[in-house]
């Protein structure tokens, strides 16, 4: 099993802070339902203004509202007005999580959806990691061939040019 990123809504900015609240992180319905993020499910919140990482769990705010408000304890780790990246994750067996493409909502300065942020696909990511390894393979049998032709390193290849 792994544990693999299933949301993200990026940059989103804090509209509200509230200490008093028990806790939580209240987004924007639409913004909920664009990346796949249900009420009461666990989320990562990373804060780019300071740095402050913390682990909350998300309620539904009205939608279209555009509000993203940090609640209860973790008010002290933000202000209205950052700057914030909001994760979700989920746990899927390796077979699954190399075709696992995550949903990623990139929103505007009003928490508005722009457009959707492109993303590459893992298998196509493995397949640039594959191309590389093949590329060291082959530099690698050429260097076996060289060798076994009584050449000591790689450099001395330059002798047969």
Known sequence: MR????SKIHRARVT????????SITIDRALMEASDILPFERVEVLNINNGARFSTYAIEGVTNSGI???NGAAARLV???????????CQ?????????TPNIVRVDSQNRIIEPLPVAHIREWRSEEVAAEEKERIASNEYEILNNSRLQKPS???MLN
């Open 3 to 6: 544990t693999m990123m299933k």
């Open 16 to 23: 509200q802070v509230d200490l008093d609240y028990e806790g």
């Open 68 to 70: 993203i408000g940090i």
């Open 79 to 89: 202000a209205k007005g950052d700057i914030v990246l909001i994760l979700s994750y």
């Open 92 to 100: 899927v067996p390796d077979d699954e999580a190399i075709n696992m």
């Open 156 to 158: 001395d290849a330059n």
